[in-house]
């Protein structure tokens, strides 16, 4: 069995994992290249594997960094299955769709203001695309054994978003297991990562691979950034990822407005795509903590503008209030046309509440870039830019270590890191050699491993 790691590898976005034997291909996780330009030009080159030989497609969870190249596979012709857990299909349906009809509007855009190096650009793919390829999706229930060929395979629950899971795969009397993206232990809202069983060789995620969580309490920072806003007479911009932490994101203000923490401020969440997920959350709620009685509330409490006009009409408020729109990066979505208005006041507060990816605007802001690209025009930042730490739903480098070893892994087990960025990967792999038994190595980028 060899693995060649397409993506995924010396970054944290991209994520596809080739694994082979003498006659069966699968492709575990087959994500978008986000971020920097020169990494998004990758998911315009040729389709880096033989379509004609992959016998199928695994999802560890509905991220587009994960999920997200699906549809190209689909319009360069791969009509094999691919499997995922019953929430990453809902998930991935909706997630597709937006995806693909903002490529379509952005190519729009850029030709009728004349701001593509093109003539005619064309989007990676149209929502046509997107929704066709649903059809080859064959959902799984956690721990459900499925046979492709010489591989067995299966997905065990690991906290982070709905449907998310490890990939066990088994061929060749070995086993090996693909993190995905890890939960955290104590996680506001999703339940805790399963621990592994033995393998032979663990293909694990480093995007927080050189930092610790803030041990602040989350809850009150948040009601920090809010109260000293709204004090000041400003408003609440959060760029929001629609899965996950759109819906913490809800939970807590909601929270907080029931505990008198913060006044009783209009709450947008100005997102069709999180107003849908909002929805299947609800639907599974054995895969997180709250109650439906708390699922209600959090719905009451938070106005949801659903068509483009409603969000225009957001624009013209004057009165403090908060606003939760994608992308959680600041690649797209409603939040660029709500940073066009409002980033310039100095009365604004922006709040990162997740990852932000090296070349993404979130990175550029957060590093204290004082004006940033929207739309072909330069837009000066002086809002207010925060951090709000604790909320990351990917496990820092001290909890995957504890899952590593609350798990089956024998000492002398191969660890590959995997999905984050090069300082984090190494400071990681450092970490791990001297603090576990382990044999920690970081993948490189179209590397191959021979087991």
Known sequence: MKIIFLGGAETVTGSKFLVETDTTRVLVDCGLFQGYKWLRRRNREPVPLDIASLDAVILSHAHLDHSGYVPVLYKHGYRGPVYAHHATLELCAILFADSGHLQEEEARYLERHKISRHDKPEPLYNQDDAEACMELFRPIDYEQQVSVGEISFYIQAVGHILGAGSVIVEAEGKCIGISGDVGRPKDIFMNAPKPLP?????????????????????????????????????????????????????????RLKQEQRIPNL?????????????????????????????????????????????????MEQKFPHIIIAGSGMATGGRIIHHFKQ????????????????????????????????????????????????????????????????????????????????????????????????FEVNVAGYRSILHL
């Not at 691979?209 to 408003?235: F, M, Q, W």
């Not at 100095?346 to 979130?362: E, L, N, P, S, Y």
Request: with cysteine; proline share 4%; hydrophobic share 35%.
């Open 342 to 437: 409002l980033l310039s006041n100095h009365r604004t507060t922006v709040i990162f509440a997740g990852f932000q990816a090296g070349g993404t605007r979130g990175a550029k802001m957060v590093g204290g870039a004082e004006t940033i690209k929207i739309h072909g025009q330069w837009v000066p930042v002086k809002a207010r830019i925060e951090i709000l730490e604790g909320l990351s739903a990917h496990a820092d480098y001290s909890e995957l270590e504890q899952w590593l070893k609350q798990s089956a892994l024998e000492p002398g087990t191969q660890i590959q890191l995997v999905h984050g960025e090069p300082e984090a990967s190494e400071t990681m792999r450092d970490y791990l050699n001297q603090n576990t038994k």
């Open 266 to 314: 209009p709450v947008y969440l100005d997102s069709p795509m999180a107003i849908d997920v909002s929805e299947i959350y609800w639907n599974y709620p054995e895969q997180h903590k709250l109650t439906k009685e708390e699922c209600f509330d959090m719905g009451k409490s938070t106005i949801y503008t659903r068509s483009i006009q409603e969000s225009k009409d957001l």
């Open 198 to 254: 033995a393998l032979d060789l663990l293909l694990l995620e480093s995007t927080y691979g050189d930092r610790k969580h803030s041990l602040e309490d989350p809850y009150s920072e948040l009601a920090e950034l809010i109260n000293s806003t709204t004090n000041n007479g400003g408003s609440v911009l959060i760029p929001s990822f629609a899965v996950g932490r759109a819906q913490v994101l809800q939970y807590m203000i909601c």
